[in-house]
């Protein structure tokens, strides 16, 4: 779909595009009509036909040409990345691992899931309408599975395990993606498993959720509810970029840079304050929103939280799981 000049633009800046995207698209388009004065000016016999085939020659070449402000994505290849939908994305192979044993949303899903199924298709939630305490301390015991285990922190602890859902990120994290995912429901004081869910779970096991829910963590799911940060600023349109540029040389430092490269009207979000500049803040939100929880949450990567606030100097690394590589194959350089 075209954007109107008064539309906000979608690289997620917030700005009409008119006054964001707008001016750096205008500008590659002089540069392309400049090349075709020139080829005019060179070959002055050239008919209307050949001059529009030159110049859509001149604009294939550039969208398709490696851009170093994007890591050597060409223009083309982002602009899929960032609004392509789930089943459209180019360069990129997303599977569904044989083995989701070491991601947390799926166990917790399954644990869900299973108490769902021993009692007829749903359970009882408690009066404040959460997963009952069972469930929760059958989640919290499953800790010691997971690579975040060997992360034994209080931060890492309260997002793992817990006395009640409301105490326990990971698994209220899940529990909300799959209402989102239309997996299950609330009704009447219990929470439902929906009929061709419980068919799909029955035929395909916890598989045949691993796409659906990983399509409403990215797309639908509100990445900032977790957290305290006042910006609103939307990292999902970004998230594939990212994830390539992690998984490459698990940097968190490098990443953050790489994203403010790529895409700087991102800063203009951010006021400076007392304590941050813009640059940090943003950087931040990258490894609350998307390292901290949505990497780690589905076991795609560890990260200790103590290396997020480190000495001067000091390098911030992830550590990237099997569970990365088999999700999602990239075939871009």
């Keep these: 779909m075209k954007l109107g000049r008064n539309d906000r633009c979608h690289c997620g800046s917030g700005k009409k595009y008119k006054h964001c995207c707008m001016n750096s698209l205008e500008k590659q388009h002089a540069e392309v009509f400049d090349d075709v004065e020139a080829m005019v000016a060179m070959n002055p016999s050239l008919t209307l036909d050949e001059l529009n085939a030159a110049l859509q020659h001149k604009m294939f070449e550039r969208n398709n040409r490696p851009h170093p402000d994007f890591c050597g994505l060409s223009p083309t290849q982002m602009t899929n990345w960032l609004y392509a939908s789930f089943d459209e994305l180019n360069g990129v192979t997303i599977a569904t691992p044989d083995d989701l044993s070491s991601s947390p ?3 917790y899903l399954t644990l869900i899931l299973d108490e769902a199924m021993q009692h007829e298709g749903s359970f009882k939630a408690t ?3 959460n997963l009952p305490v069972k469930l929760v301390k059958q989640a919290s015991a499953l800790l010691p599975e997971f690579a ?3 992360l034994n922190t209080p931060i890492t602890i309260s997002d793992y395990a817990g006395s009640n859902e409301e105490k326990f990120n990971a698994l209220h994290y899940t529990r909300v993606l799959a209402e989102i995912a239309g997996i299950i429901y ?6 439902h498993v929906k009929k061709t869910a419980q068919k799909r779970y029955q035929t395909q096991g916890i598989q045949a959720f691993f796409q659906p829910m990983l399509e409403t ?3 639908k799911y509100n990445w ?3 957290d305290g940060f006042d910006q ?3 990292l999902r349109t970004f998230w594939l970029f990212m994830l390539w540029r992690l998984q490459s040389h698990t940097s968190a430092d490098q990443l953050i840079k790489e994203v403010m490269t790529a895409f700087p009207d991102l800063l203009q979000e951010f006021s400076p304050n007392d304590y941050f500049s813009p640059e940090k803040q943003l950087g931040l939100i990258i490894e609350s929103r998307f390292i901290e929880r949505f990497l780690q949450f589905w076991g795609f990567i560890t990260a200790d939280p103590k290396s997020f606030f480190p000495r001067e100097g000091k390098a911030r690394k992830v550590q990237p799981q099997p569970l990365l590589t088999q999700t999602f194959q990239f075939s871009v350089k």
């Design 127 to 129: 009066s404040r309408g």
């Design 232 to 234: 609103n600023v939307d």
């Design 148 to 150: 975040v285990s060997e």
């Design 224 to 226: 900032g509810y977790l």
């Design 105 to 107: 949303v799926m166990r």
């Design 186 to 191: 609330r009704r009447s004081g219990h929470y």
């Design 217 to 219: 963590a990215i797309k």
